[in-house]
């Protein structure tokens, strides 16, 4: 009976491989090769910048407000929106508001801004350097 995994016997064991085995290509999730070297100025900078962070509310009334929102963003604050009045279960302000989502997101795309639903009544945008 033969086995299905048996071992291939090698006839020369002197022999070692030549060829490097080569792993397929991950894209976008293979591995950073080299290393990023920090800049100790340029980090005391970014934590000066850090220190006047702000946390703006709006009313999100439509898209006429989006050019302030993108401004706030660019200046490094987290904004949080008031969308009670789009969110009340009309299909047509409903309609908008997805519009004014989708302006904000891709203004926002350059920053690499967060966008995120707290509740039905309150919608959060942050820098890129804000985490949650």
């Given amino acids: 009976m033969r086995s299905l995994f048996s071992r291939i016997k090698r006839t020369d064991s002197s022999e070692e491989p030549t060829a490097k085995r080569s792993l397929p290509s991950l894209g976008l999730f293979a591995p950073v090769s080299e290393s990023k070297k920090t800049d100790p100025q340029h980090d005391i900078k970014r934590l000066a910048e850090l220190e006047q962070i702000f946390i703006r509310t709006r009313k999100l009334e439509s898209l006429a407000d ?18 009670s009045r789009l969110n009340d279960g009309n299909d047509q302000t409903h309609l908008e508001l997805k519009r004014i989502i989708e302006r904000i997101r891709g203004e926002t795309r350059g920053y690499q801004a967060e966008i995120a639903l707290v509740n039905d009544e309150c919608m959060i945008v942050t820098p890129s350097f804000v985490s949650f």
């Fill in 66 to 83: 989006v050019p302030e929102i993108v401004d706030a963003i660019r200046d490094g604050n987290i904004v949080l929106l008031d969308i």
